[in-house]
């Protein structure tokens, strides 16, 4: 009988501990690092995550601890689920605590501040450890959801097509379907430009906008990522599926999204000050929208919406006003 894939998660969010569960319930023995102790025990003890998810029981597989050196001992997976802006440093700390051949699994979706770097080129600039030993998990993935056992798909992306094959076995449960793809730019880009365009939508839902807008938003919101993505080097068909359109979808519909929250209150008329105040978890398209219009830059690739909800969030232009001036842009072929 073979022993059972250990897998290492740092980070005790919704997302980090929704994966660890759903790589439990795959038949992983999961450690989850976290940097409080008084969430730790409660974890263990209650098999419960008060602080994001209440009312999920965790399965016996996942144990939770502070140590980072006794998470990442043994583990054959190492998942990332920090806050983009924080991978940076704490993996610095992580680094000589990896196990040498471990696959270095992200969930996050952001872009770093300053580098203009996606996820995985951070782990690889801090690490050192080959692309073929980087991957992604990407797609329409809310962890209330997931952490509810509702049926799921997801993309596991690595440039090595046997590691992804790898991490999706580790990760596959009835509820939770990944599927393999080696487009990692893609792969990122589409989770990482989703919050921004999921920040557009949620804007106009508290403005009080209808199902045109927002179809109009979402549409022209995948056109600004796939035209990102052609410039960057990655497939157009990565945006048509599961980590493109679907993880869109998604963020800009469901009122458990982060961003549409934090864009919906923006809209409202609550200044970026109160917002922040009342958001208990990150919103990563807020700082990533800057980020994400910086790389645009860089490809010389025009991003109006992305623009716009720099100006917005970071500017302090009033919605109604920028919806006036993206709207009277120059008209154009929508294959522009």
């Known amino acids: ?182 487009d990692v730019v893609g792969c990122e880009l589409g989770g990482a430009v989703k919050n921004v365009i999921g920040l557009a939508v949620g804007i106009a839902d508290g403005m009080g906008l209808g199902d045109n807008t927002k179809g109009s938003l979402i549409t022209r919101g995948l056109a600004e990522t796939t035209r990102l993505g052609l410039a960057m080097g990655a497939d157009p068909l990565t945006f048509s599926g599961l980590a493109g359109l679907g993880d869109l979808v998604a963020t800009c519909s469901s009122p458990l999204s982060r961003n549409h929250t934090f864009g919906t209150n923006l809209g409202r008329g609550m200044t970026l000050e109160e917002t922040i105040a009342v958001t208990k978890q990150t919103a990563e398209g807020v700082k990533s929208c800057e980020s994400v219009a910086d790389l645009a830059r860089r490809h010389g690739v025009e991003m109006p919406i992305t623009d716009t909800v720099v100006d917005i969030v970071h500017n302090g232009k009033p919605p109604l006003v920028a919806l006036k001036e993206l709207m009277s842009r120059s008209a154009k072929s929508e294959r522009h």
């Open 1 to 182: 009988m073979t022993a059972p894939v250990k897998a290492a998660v740092f980070g005790t969010g919704s997302w980090g501990t929704a994966f660890a569960m759903v790589l439990a319930d795959a038949g992983c023995e999961v450690t989850l690092w976290g940097r409080r102790p008084e969430l730790a025990e409660a974890l263990n003890s209650t098999r419960r995550n008060p602080d994001y998810l209440p009312d999920v029981e965790l399965p016996e597989r996942v144990r939770a601890t502070t140590d980072a050196a006794e998470a990442a001992a043994g583990a054959e997976f190492t998942v990332l689920a920090v806050p983009s802006q924080t991978l940076r440093a704490n993996l610095t700390a992580w680094t000589p605590l990896l196990e040498p051949d471990t696959v270095l699994v992200s969930l996050m979706k952001g872009v770093e501040l300053g580098s203009a770097m996606r996820m995985s080129e951070v782990i690889a600039d801090v690490t050192k450890v080959p692309a073929e030993r980087i991957a992604v998990v990407t797609g329409p993935n809310l962890a209330r959801e997931i952490a509810a056992r509702q049926p799921a798909a997801s993309v596991v992306a690595c440039t090595d097509e046997a590691v992804a094959q790898r991490l999706q076995s580790a990760c596959h449960t009835p509820y939770f379907r990944p599927y393999t793809n080696t």
